[in-house]
């Protein structure tokens, strides 16, 4: 029996949860697995240098991730991409909060870590979107 396997990138939507917070112009967002199978592949693609290349409309300075494995998490800072933070932004979003969702759309090859970490996502979250 042949077993399919999607060639087409997969969001990272369907392996974590994120929330976006700020401090003045510094955006934290943090990445929350949904399954802990899924960390290693998280671990794997989504890097700081990857998250900057996502973010590079905004022109970050600086990105870094923080691992927290026991947690099955991470945690990454982007310094300069709230447009001066709440206070100095006429932006509808001064505190990042959206971004969150912006991550999200961060597309993920889909190699065997992230195709063995769909695999044991619950129903609900099975959906192929």
Same mark, same amino acid.
């Given at each position: 029996?042949?077993?399919?396997? %999607?060639?087409?990138? $997969? ?17 934290? $967002? ?25 973010? #590079? ?11 927290? %494995? ?24 001064? *505190? ?12 993920? #090859? ?6 063995? #970490? ?6 609900? *979250?099975? $959906?192929?979107?």
């Amino acid at each position: 029996m042949t077993m399919h396997r %999607p060639t087409a990138p $997969i969001l990272l939507h369907r392996l974590a949860f994120a929330r976006a917070g700020d401090k003045g112009n510094r955006l934290n $967002i943090a990445m929350v697995c949904r399954v802990p199978e899924a960390y290693p592949a998280l671990a794997e693609q989504v890097t700081a240098d990857a998250v900057a290349a996502h973010f #590079a409309p905004r022109r970050p300075t600086r990105v870094v991730r923080y691992d927290l %494995p026991n947690l099955g998490a991470f945690n990454f800072v982007l310094d300069d991409v709230l447009e001066g933070g709440v206070n100095a932004s006429l932006g509808l979003d001064g *505190h990042g909060k959206a971004l969150s969702f912006r991550l999200l759309e961060l597309e993920l #090859a889909p190699t065997q870590k992230v195709q063995e #970490a769909l695999r044991v996502l619950p129903a609900a *979250h099975a $959906i192929n979107i």
